[in-house]
């Protein structure tokens, strides 16, 4: 049985924080965490070791597991299964666009439980192993499709071997993509890393992205609703 090794478990119902560590400890996974609200875990989560994070959505103070999981991702790379006990289409909506990695229904049993963190984690390592062999195979040159190709080690794109003259932020929002190829990046990911804290209007990111189809109209970039955008190779 495919499990984490360490996991963190988010969850401020005593009752069923026990219950998930009394099912996951009987596997040899190690919990190196348990949380009940944001803030505490926000400061510790860089100083823990951990493969996985099981995350109820609804938990103590202002800040919920969703918005929870969008700061923890702002700063660390980690896979999450959330915990729900709502599966109405709006709370799915919110939860599809981290691109979750699991989500298990309240009420649940162990096998829910194992069944899903099996799945999950097993998804997340293809997903590493995907994005290794990426790396390693093509330290240099990213092959998108015959017309073009991204050069890792120059950070530039190539059109017919040509480089395509970007501004700074699209030149970031292609590496950004470039770094995820074949997966969709989240609209808050991108935000982040392309402005920061800088202010910017609702629209900006879909701005960027136009101004990028409109020189590059074949860049096969696509948009993935409620979740964001993807550039895939062919």
């Known amino acids: 049985m ?13 009752i069923t924080q026990r219950y998930l560590q009394d099912i996951v400890s009987q596997y040899d996974v190690e919990i190196t965490g348990c949380f ?31 918005q929870l999981a969008r700061e923890i991702l702002r700063s660390v790379s980690v896979p999450i299964v959330f915990i729900t006990a709502h ?14 990695y699991g989500f298990i229904a309240k009420p649940f ?9 099996q799945v999950a984690y097993k998804r997340y390592l293809t997903h590493c192993a ?4 990426v ?8 092959q998108i499709n015959k017309k073009y190709t991204y050069s890792k080690k120059n950070l530039e794109l190539y059109i017919n071997n ?15 993509l470039v770094s995820h190829i074949n997966h969709p990046v989240s609209y808050d990911v991108l935000i982040d890393k392309i402005w920061g804290d800088e202010p ?6 879909r701005t960027l992205v136009y101004s990028v189809r409109k020189i590059l109209p074949d860049l096969p970039i696509t948009s993935h609703s409620k979740i964001g955008y993807m550039l895939a190779t062919e």
């Open 109 to 117: 049993s162990s096998k829910d439980v194992l069944v899903t963190l």
């Open 2 to 14: 495919t499990l984490p090794k360490k996991l963190i478990i988010v969850e401020d119902e005593v």
């Open 36 to 66: 009940d609200n944001a803030r505490d875990i926000l400061v510790d989560i860089k100083s823990l070791e951990c493969d996985m994070i099981l995350m109820d959505i609804n938990i103590k103070g202002p800040m919920d597991g969703i």
């Open 130 to 133: 995907v994005h290794d062999s």
């Open 87 to 100: 599966n109405d289409d709006d709370t799915l909506e919110e939860l599809l666009e981290l691109a979750p």
């Open 200 to 205: 910017i209007a609702d629209s900006a990111l």
């Open 162 to 176: 040509d480089i395509v003259k970007f501004n700074h932020k699209q030149r970031l929002l292609i590496s950004i």
């Open 135 to 142: 790396e390693i195979m093509n330290y240099s040159d990213i």
